[in-house]
């Protein structure tokens, strides 16, 4: 398969509210800069994400699909967090053993004052997935132009 | 179709100047079902708001995307300005255009794209929206404050000034709590039983305050505004509505048992007052320790001897619900049990080895030696005396890993005491650290010194006896050698740990509790007298150790919190809480599970097997506890609980827009 | 398999469930009995005191029984299962998930040493965990070592594939399959009222027949069971496309056992499923 021509990564980043979406507000705040590819949504709590989404998003075309929240201790609802890490550490390894790379599905704690972890964070996952290039694992649209004989 | 209007701000220059925002509205006008898309200035001014007021008019818009600042800022300004319109506040969506793209990228070609996806995820997801609307659910207005020490008295006290009314339960025959059995309190050497006592009294004279003591909470239901609670009203066997508290019945009584409110030092009898300035100012028979309640004599002597015939044995628990809107928990503290775990300081098998609670009693003009300080093994009063500090607190090994606070202050206390009425004693204080944060308490460590205390840096190893002499042995760390004293009495000050029973009030109240058992505040910083559950406070020690300013303190704040629910007839619930659809719900209960406010509860309904009518239990949501955190909708497997505002069809048609 | 044991364990069996049809203990029973094949056999339900003698008890009683339960959760009389060790841990789990009433069951416990089934192999629960009445004597189980050793064997040795071998792997098996939803049916863990996968909603589950959604199909599946599976290990016998689905809940038991201690599904009867609970100290990797 041939990387598209100017091929960009697609990021999705389900973001609590209460930490990680201030986080990137306080980035933009402070005028910090990261690549375009990072598309947050927002929900209350990263215990509202339903790992559902995760392979979702990777059938439809993410690329990189990341789900941040607020320290385990932090939480706005005191104990949505702990949920969170329990789902998503066994999440992960089910999606790794079904052949993702592990970089391309990660969970990261970022505070509503970690407006750097956040640059960070996203720049180097951004290069991380640049550098592992496009996803076809999961992905409708690859099977629907042309399916296994495609390999 | 929906008819969904999109205004793109430029935000001055803020969103313009690195997004192509004509080229956003442009692309985003394409999108099937949005029928009016354009930019402006300055959304948020009067000006631009009336431009969407007039839109809606004008376009028949029944949904709004704005691609703006941060959701965080303006999400309130734009669903009140909703209010006026035809719209429901609720059928908005805000696409994060300046925090989160112009501001953070330099590329304007990259960042426009990246604002279309936004703004089109939002438009996806403002496509599911449902008009919401907020609840009310009304206020009792009438508190519940578990626990009459210190902490439960001057909570109690705050509402019902502020003209509330109030329950005060107490599990003991009377209010005061551990304040009360305390001599002095530092650092101003205030009589502790001087200045609680008459706030006990103003408890039992306020006209707000009901109190009922040797109460339990038996069982709690509700939520905010409406908690239904059980209370245990355990027999006592006289009958206070008569009983004048003349005391002639506990003179008589012949039963003698060792005195709990003197910590052992002492005897009190089976019909007893806990003190003799208890409030209510009248006995009760302790069942057990009875001779006619527990079967061992016939006895029944108080019941000949007193006046009014009070004396009931026939008396019975009884159960009494009631509705309150708000409760404080002020259950407090106890010492920890040193004798089960230090068996280097002689497991308690030495007299004159004693608790600092001991000490106080010891020392308190009402106590069993009436202030006189005597060993209790022989009545002699001691000349050398040892204080360990830390028995118990900052020792992760055997006892707990925090530090109880109060302890050096009193440890202090208890040396200064001891210089000053007995001449010629000395004192000894073993400690691992002195800290004294709070107003005067430095000073107060300073003048102990100069009194006279020694203080030694090291644990006691050991305490042993030597003919009528405890000899403690143990290590000066500063100057790195052994030490031994030889001492007539050790004062162990012992870490607090929360009151027994706590575990079952935490989990009757359905709030939680840390790791050593005190009770979990809300937030650490934030919220330290609130709890997870709304309408439940928390005041003084049960939260942690603290001492006494630090606890009326925090009993006033929670007085406040209360009076803070009761300022509204009602109160109004946000919309955006989790809604169960009990046509799916197979009724697992594994969101109730998951919910950190005890808000999904387990429910009747009716329901159909082939063609018998049946009862099955599905989930419901309660919309007074319900913070809409959504960790429920994750943990249903079926999807039948939903997060209304972010429905896992929102979500996903978001996840969708953005990967189109 | 001693068989005078199991033969004598089959004719106690029926005179058991004769008893308890005649004096009105159970208003049915399920067991197995025989069909046209010598080895097979098929969920029997037995309702009168003479269709007893039709059970049968030998190594071709493979279907798991207890999810029979559900199609009548509100039983006028108790109903009678024939339990084997993997039986009554689906009866716990079904209990333990509020989909059934213990009182409403009454449980024939049938000590099994192993059938012609590839998943008893590291059984480790030849006797059921729970019951009402056992037929004939328990049999020894499995040591320890032997079913811890043959627990997770495959898993690990998949894990040692790279990601792209791993995915090509699942591909092909996802290939085949057909969603037909007979792993779910027969599934004790599987019992929503109406399945994630069955819902009109358009983000939850694709219904064409293809790779990506037989995908997701699998691995949510394998994400909405993998903390209660009790390890029957039915999903991938009833297959009719043959795809290894326990390698997938299998892999979830493993980074379960791993992360949060042991854990074994359907054995007590109380203990909260891992994703129902959380704990403090659970390692953390998303700092």
Not at chain 2, 58 to 73: K, N, Q, Y
Not at chain 2, 302 to 330: H, R, S, W
Not at chain 2, 412 to 441: C, W
């Amino acid at each position: 398969m041939s990387v598209e021509k100017n091929w960009e990564p697609k990021i999705i980043a389900f973001t609590c509210n209460w930490c990680t979406y201030t986080g990137a507000d306080l980035a933009g705040l402070n005028r910090m800069k990261y690549p375009e590819n990072v598309h947050l949504v927002r929900v209350p709590c990263s215990s509202r994400v339903n790992p559902q989404f995760i392979l979702r998003a990777f059938q439809k075309g993410c690329d990189g699909v990341m789900v941040c929240g607020c320290h385990p201790g932090d939480c706005h609802y005191a104990t949505g967090n702990y949920f969170t890490r329990r789902r998503f550490m066994l999440m992960k390894r089910l999606l790794e053993y079904n052949g993702i790379d592990p970089q391309r599905f990660q969970a990261r704690w970022i505070s509503g004052s970690e407006a750097a972890k956040f640059r960070d964070t996203m720049t180097q996952v951004t290069a991380q997935i640049r550098e592992l290039g496009p996803n076809s694992k999961f992905q409708e649209k690859w099977y629907q132009e042309g399916g296994p004989e495609n390999e | 179709m929906s008819r969904t209007g999109v205004i793109i701000c430029h935000c001055g220059t803020n969103i313009a100047s690195m997004v192509d925002v004509e080229k956003v509205a442009e692309e985003i006008g394409k999108i099937p079902g949005v029928v009016y898309s354009v930019t402006n200035k300055y959304t948020c001014s009067e000006p631009g708001q009336q431009m969407i007021k007039d839109a809606i008019e004008e376009h028949s818009l029944d949904r709004i995307v704005i691609g703006a600042c941060t959701p965080r800022m303006h999400e309130t300004t734009f669903r009140k300005m909703l209010k006026g319109t035809k719209i429901n506040p609720y059928m908005l969506e805000i696409a994060n255009l300046r925090e989160q793209c112009a501001w953070v990228h330099t590329d304007k070609e990259k960042a426009t794209e990246k604002a279309i996806s936004l703004v089109r995820m939002s438009v996806a997801k403002v496509g599911s929206n449902k008009p919401l609307f907020t609840s009310f659910i009304p206020i009792h207005k009438k508190a519940l404050v578990i626990g009459g020490g210190i902490a439960g008295i001057q909570a109690a006290l705050d509402i019902a000034d502020a003209g509330h009314e109030v329950t005060l339960v107490e599990r003991e025959p009377s209010i005061g709590g551990k304040m009360v059995m305390l001599d002095k309190t530092f650092p101003t050497l205030d009589c502790s039983a001087c200045i609680s006592t008459p706030k006990m009294v103003d408890v039992s004279a306020h006209p707000n305050i009901t109190l009922k003591t040797s109460c339990e909470v038996e069982a709690v239901t509700g939520y905010v505004g409406n908690f239904e609670v059980t209370i245990r009203q355990k027999a006592r066997y006289v009958n206070h509505d008569i009983c004048t508290g003349c005391g002639l019945c506990e003179t008589k009584c012949p039963s003698k048992i060792s005195d709990e409110f003197n910590q052992g030092i002492g005897e009190r009898k089976a019909i007893y007052k806990l003190f003799p300035q208890a409030v209510p100012a009248k006995p009760v028979i302790d069942a057990q320790n009875c001779r006619k309640l527990n079967g061992s004599a016939k006895c029944g002597v108080c019941q000949i001897v007193c006046p009014l015939q009070c004396i009931d044995f026939e008396d019975k628990d009884q159960l009494i619900t009631e509705t309150y809107g708000a409760i404080v928990v002020a259950t407090g503290y106890e010492l920890i049990d040193w004798t089960k775990l230090y068996g280097e300081y002689g497991s308690g098998r030495y007299a004159d080895v004693i608790s600092g609670l001991q000490f106080e009693r010891l020392v308190n003009a009402s106590g069993p030696t009436e202030g006189h300080i005597l060993r209790p093994s022989d009545q002699k009063e001691p000349k050398d005396v040892v204080i360990v500090k830390c028995v118990g607190s900052r020792d992760e090994k055997k006892g707990k890993s925090y530090c109880s606070r109060a302890c050096c202050m009193y440890g202090a206390k208890h040396a200064h005491q001891i210089l000053e009425k007995i001449p010629g004693s000395n004192v000894y204080i073993f400690y691992m650290d002195v800290r004294t944060p709070g107003k005067g308490y430095e000073e107060f460590y300073n003048r102990t010194r100069e009194d006279g205390a020694t203080y030694i840096r090291g644990r006691v190893a050991k305490i042993y006896k030597e003919g009528d002499k405890l000899i403690c042995t143990g290590e000066d760390t500063l100057i790195g050698k052994p030490v031994t004293v030889k001492a007539d009495m050790v004062i162990l000050e012992t870490a607090m740990v929360p009151a027994r029973g706590v575990e079952e009030i935490v989990s009757k109240l359905g709030i939680s509790m840390d790791g050593d058992h005190w009770v979990q505040e809300a937030h650490p910083k934030l919220r330290p007298v609130e709890t997870q559950t709304a309408g439940i406070f928390l005041a003084g020690t049960c939260q942690g150790p603290k001492d006494i300013p630090d606890t009326v303190a925090q009993a006033s704040a929670a007085a406040v919190k209360v009076c803070g629910v009761f300022s509204k007839e009602q109160m109004e619930t946000s919309p955006m809480i989790s809604r169960v659809n009990e046509e799916k719900c197979c009724g697992c209960e594994f969101c109730v599970k998951c919910c950190p406010y005890s808000a999904i509860a387990m429910k009747e309904i009716d329901g159909r097997e082939g063609n018998r009518k049946i009862k099955r239990m599905v989930a419901t949501v309660n919309s007074g506890l319900c913070q809409g955190c959504g960790a429920c909708t994750a943990a249903c497997r079926t999807g039948a609980i939903d997060l209304l505002g972010y429905t896992n069809d929102q979500i996903l048609k978001e996840v969708d827009a953005l990967c189109l | 398999m001693n068989d005078t044991l199991e033969i004598k364990r089959e004719a106690q069996l029926r005179e058991t469930a004769r008893r308890l049809l005649e004096d009105g203990t159970v208003g049915y029973i399920i067991g197995w009995g025989t069909t046209r094949f010598e080895d097979k056999t098929a969920p029997l339900f037995a309702a009168k005191p003479e269709e007893a003698d039709r059970l049968v008890w030998n190594e071709y009683c493979i279907n798991s029984l207890a999810k029979y339960s559900l199609d009548d959760k509100y039983p006028e009389k108790k109903i009678g299962i024939c339990v084997r060790g993997c039986d009554s841990r689906a009866v716990n789990r079904l209990v333990n998930d509020k989909q059934i009433e213990r009182e409403n069951l009454f449980l024939i416990g049938m000590p099994c040493s192993g059938k012609e089934n590839s998943v008893c192999e590291g059984c480790s629960h030849k006797n059921p965990v729970v019951y009402d009445i056992l037929i004939g004597e328990p049999v020894e189980e499995n040591t320890e070592e032997k079913a811890s050793a043959e627990r997770f064997r495959e898993i690990e040795e998949f894990e040692k594939m790279s990601p792209d071998e791993r995915y090509e792997f699942w591909a092909k098996q996802y290939d085949k399959c057909i969603r037909c939803y007979a792993c779910r049916n027969i599934c004790p863990a599987c019992s929503c009222k109406e399945c994630y996968a069955d819902q009109y909603m358009v983000g939850w589950q694709g219904k064409q027949n293809n790779r990506a959604e037989s995908q997701v199909y699998g691995l949510t599946r394998a994400y909405h069971v993998g903390d209660r599976c009790i390890e029957c290990g039915e999903c991938e016998r009833v297959c009719p496309m043959g795809l290894p689905i326990m390698r997938q809940t299998k892999k979830m038991l493993k980074d379960i056992n791993d992360l949060f201690g042991n854990y074994e599904c359907g054995v007590e009867s109380e203990r909260a499923p891992v994703l129902g609970e959380y704990d403090l100290t659970d390692r953390d990797e998303f700092m």
